[in-house]
């Protein structure tokens, strides 16, 4: 099980991060912080863990709200799985400074329409999706063809 935090400065812009490892497949694309849920720990703890150690944001676990399941169904790829995504009532300063853990190379405020110029083509819709959950103050679940079901 994973975990991934939509974090919003208050312009409303999110907070994405490009790996430092990459493929040839995925050479540009940022992503959401947040990362495995370590066995026994809870799923907020484990996002505000990540999110930590990953752009030095000090997060309340408290603050976090469950907005969306990613569902992925088993294949020869790889198991099933579901990511939480998470979206944090408290608005980041806009002036905030991320500084990426040495796992990312570069850390950026994206507005919605940098999303897809930022994030692969299957995960900039999720993120738009789960942006607009949080202004419907909503849950939704993205699932794996691509649909989104409210």
């Known amino acids: 099980m ?9 312009a409303g812009a999110v907070l994405v991060l490009r790996p430092r490892m990459r493929t040839a497949d995925d ?12 066995e026994g720990e ?3 703890d484990s996002l505000v ?3 930590r150690e990953q752009t030095g944001l000090p ?33 980041v300063p806009a002036a905030f400074t991320v500084v990426p853990s040495d796992a990312f190379d570069h850390a950026t405020w994206a507005t919605v329409t940098d999303l897809d110029r930022l994030c692969a ?8 999706a789960a942006l607009k959950a949080v202004r419907d103050n909503t849950f939704i679940e993205l ?3 691509g649909r989104i079901s409210p």
């Open 2 to 10: 994973a975990v991934r935090g939509l974090l919003v400065n208050e």
């Open 49 to 51: 863990r990540h999110i």
């Open 121 to 128: 083509p299957s995960q900039a819709p999720q993120v738009k």
């Open 59 to 91: 997060l309340n676990p408290k603050a976090a709200r469950i907005r969306a399941a990613d569902w992925t169904p088993a294949s020869p790829h790889g198991p099933a799985g579901t990511t939480h995504l998470y979206s944090f009532t408290a608005a």
């Open 27 to 38: 050479d540009r694309w940022y992503r959401l912080p947040g990362g495995l849920v370590a």
């Open 143 to 145: 699932r794996a063809d």
């Open 42 to 44: 809870l799923l907020h």
